[in-house]
C-alpha cells in the first residue's frame, strides 16, 4: 500500500526547490515552514488512508454508464465528498472566492500525493483547478461571482472540452459551433470526445469549459472562441436550475484511469430544455479562446507532470517492498542461509535506483517549475521568472511523464511474473502512467514547443543563462571534496556540456530557418535536459544534507544517476545535433 513520503517531499520543496528561501524572505506572506509542514502532513495521511485504499476498486470497476447516468466506482462519491470537506479543492485559488491563495508548490506536492493515491480520482480536482484559474483570469465579474465559489469549494467540478473526432491536437479544424443570442447568452452545438470527469454524481454542478466557433469566426486558430457551459443553469440566487440541453453520450473504455469517467459529450441536440442548444457565456473574448484555454492547458500540463511523479514513487514503493520480501536464487557474496530477497541481485538493486533517481528528479523539477510561477507572481524580476517558468513547463510535463511509464514499467520487472499478474497491482501503475505521455499535449508536442518557443527566449539567454546555474552545481560538487560523490563532478559537468552544446547547436537552426532539422532533435534534447536537470538537483540536494552531517544516502543516489543515467547524455546530445540528416533520409520508408 502506498505511503505518501511527506519527509522527502518537504525536503525537496524547500532545499531543492527553493521554497525554504522564498519562506525566509517572506515571500508568502504570513505562511511558516510550521504551516507548510502540517498541511503536507495532514495531505499525505489523507492520500495515504483514504484515498489509496479505493485505488484498486475504481480500477476494477470503472466508472459506468447507467440509463443516461454516470456512476463512480464504489465509494468514491463518498471519497471526494470528504476531499472538499477537507477543503483541498481551494489551495491556490483566490482568497475573494474562498480560496487559500498558497503557493503553487504546496498545491503540486499536494497533488503528487493524490495521484500517487489514485490518479483516476485526482483527476477530477486536478480538471476543477484549472478551470478556475482560466475564469479567475479571463471570466467577467458576474461569471466569477456566479461560478467561481463553488468551483473553488469543490461542490461543483470544472471540465476542459478541447478535442473532436476529427481534431485533436490541430484545434484550428474544430466545428462545434456557437451562436449568439439577444440576451448576451450563446447556444452552443457539437461534440466533444475525451473528457475527462465530464459527467459523474460526486458533484451537484460541472461546469464545462468548451472550445466553439462562432457563424462569423475567421479560419483556424484565430476563430475559436470559450464558453461557459454548466450541466445545470444556476439561477440569480445561485441555486440550481433546469437542465441545460449537454449530456454524455458514452464512457471510453480505457486501458488504464478506469475509475476517472472519460466521456463523449454532446451539445444541443434538444434532449433538454424547451430550445435545442445548450446555454453558454463567454470567457474572455470573441475568437481569442485559445488563449484563454491556455491558461488552463498550462496548469494542467504542470499537473499532469505531477501525474508522472506521482505514478513513479507509488510504483517504486509497491517494486521496493516487494524486492525485500521476494526470496530467490543466491545473490553474489550472499553468506546467509537459503535464497536470497532479490533487492540484493544487483540488477534488481540498478533498477529499483533507477527508479528511485528518476522518481526524486522529476519530482524537482516539477517543483521547480512551480516554484518559478509562484515566483513569477511575487518576486521582482517577473519576466525572468516567467520565462524560466515557460522553460520549465515542457520538460516538467514530458521528463516526468515518461519516466512514469519508464518507472512502472520497471516495477513490473522487478516483480517478474507476478507483475504480469493484474492481482499484486503493479500492471496499473503501468496502465494509468501511459495516458499521461500523450494528452493535455503529447510529450512530442511539448519537445516542438521547448526548441522553437522556449529556447529563443530572450535570445536564449533564458535558456544559457539556466545552463549557466547547474554549472554552478557541478563546480559545488567538485568542491565538496567528499569521495561518496566519486565521478559525480566530471560526470556532471560533461552532461552539462553535451547539453550547452546541443542548446547552441539548436539556437544556431533556428536563427539559420533549419527549423525541420531543430525539430528532429526536439524530443532527444527533451529528454537530455530531464536527465541533466535530474543529476543536478540530486546533487542539489545532497549538497543540502552536507551541512547537517547527513547526505549519505542522498550522495549515493547522486552518484549512481550522474554514472549510469548521464551516460545516456553524450549520445543524445549527438542525436540532436546529427540525427537530422539520417532521419531525412529514412523517412521513405514511411511513405
Given amino acids: 500500500m502506498y505511503k505518501a513520503p511527506v519527509e522527502e517531499i518537504a525536503f525537496t520543496l524547500k532545499h531543492v526547490a527553493g521554497m525554504g528561501e522564498a519562506l525566509s524572505n517572506g515571500l508568502f506572506g504570513d505562511l511558516g515552514e510550521d504551516l507548510v509542514d502540517a498541511i503536507l502532513s495532514e495531505a499525505g495521511r489523507f492520500a495515504t488512508e ?29 471519497l471526494y465528498r470528504s476531499w472538499i ?17 498558497l503557493p503553487d508548490m504546496l498545491n503540486v506536492a499536494a497533488l503528487e500525493m493524490w495521484n500517487s493515491g489514485s490518479m483516476a480520482f485526482a483527476l477530477a480536482p486536478t480538471l476543477t483547478m484549472g478551470a478556475i484559474e482560466a475564469v479567475s483570469a479571463h471570466g467577467s465579474a458576474a461569471l466569477k461571482d456566479k461560478y467561481l465559489a463553488k468551483m473553488v469549494s469543490g461542490e461543483w467540478t470544472g471540465t476542459m472540452n478541447l ?32 473528457i475527462t470527469w465530464g459527467e459523474h454524481d460526486a458533484a451537484d454542478n460541472i461546469i464545462h469549459l468548451v472550445l ?15 464558453f461557459l457551459v454548466p450541466k445545470f443553469l444556476v439561477n440569480d440566487d445561485g441555486s440550481l436550475g433546469a437542465r441545460n440541453d449537454l449530456f454524455c453520450h458514452s464512457l471510453e473504455h480505457k486501458l488504464g484511469i478506469h475509475g476517472s469517467p472519460t466521456c463523449t459529450m454532446i451539445y444541443g441536440d434538444g434532449r433538454f430544455g424547451d ?28 499537473a499532469v507532470g505531477m501525474q508522472g511523479v506521482a505514478i513513479s514513487e507509488a510504483a517504486t514503493q509497491k517494486a521496493l517492498a516487494y524486492a525485500r520480501e521476494r ?7 550472499s553468506t546467509g542461509v537459503g535464497m536470497s530477497p532479490i533487492v540484493e541481485h544487483p540488477d534488481v538493486a540498478r533498477m529499483l535506483l533507477t527508479m528511485k533517481a528518476l522518481t526524486q528528479g522529476s519530482r524537482a523539477i516539477s517543483y521547480a517549475c512551480a516554484q518559478a510561477l509562484d515566483m513569477s507572481r511575487r518576486a ?55 495516458i499521461a505521455p500523450i494528452y493535455e499535449g503529447t510529450n512530442g508536442i511539448q519537445a516542438i514547443d521547448l526548441v522553437t518557443r522556449k529556447l529563443p527566449l530572450s535570445g536564449g539567454d533564458q535558456v544559457m543563462g539556466f545552463i549557466a546555474e547547474l554549472k554552478a552545481i557541478a563546480e559545488a560538487v567538485g568542491r565538496s571534496n567528499l569521495d561518496g560523490f566519486g565521478e559525480t563532478a566530471a560526470r556532471l559537468g560533461a552532461a552539462i556540456s553535451d547539453l550547452d552544446a546541443a542548446t547552441a547547436w539548436l539556437l544556431r537552426a533556428l536563427a539559420d530557418g533549419r527549423a525541420a532539422e531543430a525539430l528532429a532533435g526536439a524530443t532527444p534534447y527533451q529528454r537530455l535536459f530531464g536527465l541533466v536537470l535530474t543529476g543536478c538537483y540530486l546533487a542539489k540536494g545532497a549538497l543540502a544534507e552536507i551541512g547537517d552531517g547527513k547526505g549519505e544516502g542522498r550522495i549515493a543516489l547522486c552518484r549512481f544517476a550522474a554514472e549510469n543515467l548521464l551516460a545516456e547524455t553524450a549520445a543524445l546530445g549527438d542525436r540532436v545535433i546529427n540525427g537530422a540528416a539520417s532521419l531525412a533520409a529514412a523517412r521513405t520508408l514511411l511513405a
Fill in 163 to 194: 478535442t473532436e473526432p476529427h481534431a485533436g491536437s490541430d484545434l484550428g479544424v474544430l466545428k462545434a459551433r456557437a451562436e449568439r443570442r439577444a440576451d448576451g447568452s450563446y447556444r452552443i452545438f457539437g461534440q466533444k470526445i475525451f
Fill in 212 to 226: 466553439a466557433r462562432l457563424p462569423d469566426a475567421p479560419a483556424g486558430t484565430r476563430g475559436i472562441s470559450l
Fill in 50 to 78: 483514504e484515498v489509496a485504499p479505493l485505488a484498486d476498486i475504481g480500477d476494477r470497476q470503472g466508472a459506468r454508464l447507467i440509463e443516461g447516468e454516470v456512476r463512480l466506482p464504489d465509494g468514491w462519491r463518498e
Fill in 85 to 101: 470537506a477537507g477543503g483541498w479543492n481551494g489551495l491556490t485559488a483566490p482568497e475573494a472566492f474562498g480560496g487559500q491563495a
Fill in 380 to 434: 521582482g524580476d517577473n519576466r525572468h521568472w516567467q520565462e524560466r517558468a515557460a522553460l520549465l513547463t515542457p520538460i516538467a510535463k514530458s521528463f516526468s511523464t515518461d519516466a512514469g511509464v519508464e518507472v512502472a514499467s520497471l516495477g513490473i520487472q522487478v516483480h517478474g511474473g507476478m507483475g504480469f499478474i493484474e492481482e499484486t497491482g503493479a500492471a496499473r501503475y503501468l496502465r494509468d502512467a501511459r
Fill in 275 to 302: 430550445e435545442k442548444g445548450a446555454i453558454g457565456w463567454l470567457v474572455g473574448e470573441e475568437n481569442k479562446g485559445l488563449a484563454c484555454m491556455f491558461t488552463m492547458m498550462n496548469n494542467a500540463r504542470l
Fill in 327 to 333: 526470496t530467490q536464487g543466491r545473490a553474489p557474496g
